[in-house]
């Protein structure tokens, strides 16, 4: 899974995106493993997809 990079103003951070903390290079990745058949992510998956096509409606409200 990716990371999203944060503007420094939103994460309290004054360090510019570009560059890395030492310390962080030698983490492993971690890997998640999901159950996509679990009644709880269907059901997460549905609440996440419902808040995401209110949030594009109203996005969309606003320009028209």
């Not at 998640?32 to 679990?38: R, S, T, V």
């Amino acid at each position: 899974m990716s990371e999203r990079q944060v503007s420094g103003a939103a994460t309290g951070n004054s360090k510019p995106l570009g560059g890395q903390d030492a310390s962080k290079k030698d983490v492993p990745a971690e890997d998640f493993d999901i159950d996509m058949g679990a009644p709880e992510t269907e059901k997460a998956a549905v609440a996440i997809q419902s808040q995401f096509r209110k949030y594009q409606k109203k996005k969309h409200d606003v320009k028209s």
